[in-house]
């Protein structure tokens, strides 16, 4: 039975969340133009709430991956995507990246899994952003060699449900190789 | 002598004064495009057969504004694509399991075909979601480039690659996942 | 790593000619559209077009702004649904690239909980 951990760390993260400064769930990303010239592949996508809106008036609740992403979008207020793939390795600016990371150290932010697999040279970071006992926002890093991707969703995020929709774009879940070590940070930590 | 291009040029010029001769022409040399664009999108030849008529009934209506033969050609890919993809949306999504009414392509340089994998591809091909199977569709039988791709479907060129490279991660990790196929040939991990 | 493959897609999908029986079934409708298309305006129409009164050809005047209005109308309302399936795609796609991610971290948490 798959463990619901994320479920159970958001509410561990709900119940020690820090006071202070309001939480920025809307991350500053950089835009990466010079970089996409020098990408085999980039995909950049910013859908703030007009334009989620106007998404969802053509989702078709007939096919399963568009009925999927309209439960997922129910209290999203924005979905900035950046990723980019290139043809050798680590040529993408890792001070950009740190940069983001930078703002993730912010008060209201807490990273919920960190992932470092050392055949892979694979790392992925996942933060929530709360306030009080409200979800506020997701961000994603996930480093390779030849490939970069940050996410910044802004709004209430159901982990399992975005999850789950991997098998419904007709694109097979991944294998992680075993020798990946999962860290899974609990409560407030940075 | 004259090229490809003069002469589907001369066929247009005719065609556009009234010589149906001229356009039969025209529909002859683009036919295999429309049809097959269209019987990969939608997955059944009926429907493939509907609607390349009427593109090129619709083409048929709107000769006075095809600029040249190379217009022409952007033209019919771009309506029969965007056209397939609307009736896609307007249905219910079934993956098509299976193009049987395919018809078998003879090619005598073709010494390595391997007509299981080819049937297993345009099977993996029409499991693509609508845009993605445009994408893949306009790359791999009608050979454009990126750029071209998000000319033809009004769709922005990092969408065209995101698409380009999720759908080929997508075929070869199915391609591995058929025992049937052996991978050792292609060089596969 | 993809060569192969992408030289196999380029074999599998090559284009397949439909035939005969297509080309002459696309002539017929276009021929059968042709026989039921209005008659061409003749010189002598043309000429009558000359006396029409000035109140109705106003408002045939008045008829082709309003088709040009509504041929504005629909090139909007085109518009407005090509950038509405756009960000659909665009959406689509972002929870693609997230749930992929996720999915690598969710693996790495399962290896570790075994």
Avoid at chain 3, 7 to 12: K, N
Wanted: net charge negative; aromatic share 4%.
């Amino acid at each position: 039975m798959k463990p619901h951990l994320p479920c159970v760390l958001l509410l561990s993260l709900l119940a020690g969340a820090a006071l202070g400064a309001t939480p920025q769930p809307k991350l500053l990303l950089p835009s990466f133009d010079a970089l996409a010239d020098k990408a085999t592949e980039s995909v950049s996508i910013t859908l703030d709430s007009s334009l989620l809106g106007m998404a969802a008036k053509f989702l078709d609740p007939n096919k399963p991956e568009d009925a999927a992403a309209r439960e997922v979008l129910a209290g999203l207020q924005g979905i900035y995507v950046k990723s980019y793939t290139f043809d050798e390795d680590f040529v993408y600016p890792k001070a950009d990246i740190d940069n983001v990371r930078k703002q993730l150290a912010a008060p209201g932010w807490s990273r919920l899994v960190e992932v470092r697999s050392k055949k892979e040279q694979a790392n992925v970071d996942i933060y929530m952003s709360v306030e009080g006992e409200k979800a506020l926002g997701l961000a994603i890093i996930a480093s390779e060699p030849r490939e970069f991707t940050i996410v910044n969703i802004v709004g209430s995020v159901d982990l399992d449900k975005l999850h789950q929709l991997e098998g419904k774009f007709g694109v097979p879940k991944l294998e992680l190789e075993t020798d990946a070590k999962a860290k899974v940070r609990p409560g407030n930590q940075k | 002598m004259h090229s490809a291009t003069s002469t589907a040029d001369e066929h247009l010029a005719s065609a556009r004064k009234g010589n149906a001769g001229s356009f039969e022409a025209l529909v002859r040399l683009h036919q295999r495009t429309v049809h097959s664009l269209a019987l990969r999108m939608l997955g059944t030849r009926d429907a493939a057969d509907d609607l390349a008529q009427e593109v090129f009934l619709q083409l048929h209506l709107h000769l006075s504004s095809m600029e040249s033969a190379a217009h022409l050609a952007f033209w019919l890919r771009r309506v029969v694509t965007h056209r397939a993809i609307d009736r896609l949306r307007s249905r219910p999504q079934v993956a098509i399991a299976s193009i049987d009414d395919e018809p078998e392509i003879v090619d005598t340089h073709a010494a390595t075909d391997d007509p299981l994998l080819q049937h297993r591809l345009r099977e993996l091909i029409g499991e693509l979601p609508a845009s993605a199977r445009a994408v893949m569709l306009l790359r791999y039988q009608e050979d454009l480039d990126p750029v071209e791709i998000a000319r033809t479907l009004d769709m922005p060129i990092n969408t065209v690659k995101s698409h380009l490279k999720r759908s080929l991660a997508a075929l070869r990790e199915r391609l591995s996942a058929a025992k049937r196929i052996s991978f050792e040939e292609f060089g596969y991990e | 790593m993809n060569d192969h493959l992408e030289d196999e897609l380029r074999r599998a999908l090559r284009p397949a000619d439909p035939g005969d029986d297509f080309t002459r079934k696309v002539m017929a409708r276009v021929r059968s559209r042709e026989t039921t298309a209005p008659a061409p305006r003749t010189r002598a129409s043309h000429q009558a077009l000359r006396w029409l009164p000035a109140a109705l050809a106003a408002s045939l005047l008045m008829a082709i702004i309003v088709k040009h209005e509504r041929i504005e109308e629909r090139t909007t309302d085109e518009r407005a649904i090509e950038d509405g399936l756009r960000a659909r795609d665009q959406l689509l796609a972002a929870l693609q690239v997230t749930s992929a991610k996720l999915d690598l971290a969710y693996q790495a948490v399962q290896n570790e909980a075994r």
